[in-house]
């Protein structure tokens, strides 16, 4: 039985503190992989990271292509974003630990991740245009980093004001 989980929203604390690697894939980490998945489709998004639903370790979920009627969902344990390219672009980012609010970030366009999946298989793959911006979104939630993070101050008290509206 999969379980929708409740979404913490910032400013809770576990959204802001660094996630701790997870040292074996058990049956409770299979479980809320799948929850998180579920989660995530029911939100609806294309991201989720552990943190997001009070779970401070190194996992989250993707799937950028579901809302074109063709899922592809990632389940990455312990990433490592090891090259990120030089060239930047400025994305609209949504997080549903910030509803009501849409942010332009900056980052770099295509990076190389590697991970862990449920089997303990790593992976190692490029990542550009939106799957990019969603795998650094995520990514960033397990260093306890949100949208607002990347903002000017005068943009993030605009965003932070949306959100506590
Ligand atoms: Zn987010």
């Keep these: 039985m999969m379980a929708l989980l409740p979404i913490l929203h910032w400013p809770n604390p576990i959204l802001l503190a660094r996630a701790a690697p997870i040292t074996g894939v058990t049956a409770g980490i299979r479980r809320l992989a799948e929850d998180m998945l579920a989660t995530m489709y029911a939100a609806p998004g294309r991201g989720l990271a552990a943190p997001q639903v009070g779970v401070s370790q ?35 980012e949504g997080c549903l630990s910030l509803p009501g609010t849409t942010t332009h970030v900056s980052r770099p366009q295509s990076i190389r991740m590697s991970w862990h999946d449920l089997d303990g298989a790593r992976h190692d793959a490029r990542f550009a245009g939106f799957a990019a911006i969603c795998a650094q979104h995520e990514y960033d939630h397990l260093d306890g980093i949100l949208t607002l993070d990347h903002l000017t101050p005068q943009h993030r008290a605009l965003a932070e004001a949306e959100v506590l509206a």
């Excluded at 799937?63 to 990120?84: A, F, M, Y």
């Design 58 to 92: 190194r996992m989250f979920v993707m799937d950028v292509t579901w809302k074109q009627g063709i899922p592809s969902p990632l389940v990455c344990i312990n990433p490592e974003i090891h090259w990120r390219s030089a060239v930047t672009s400025i994305g609209a």
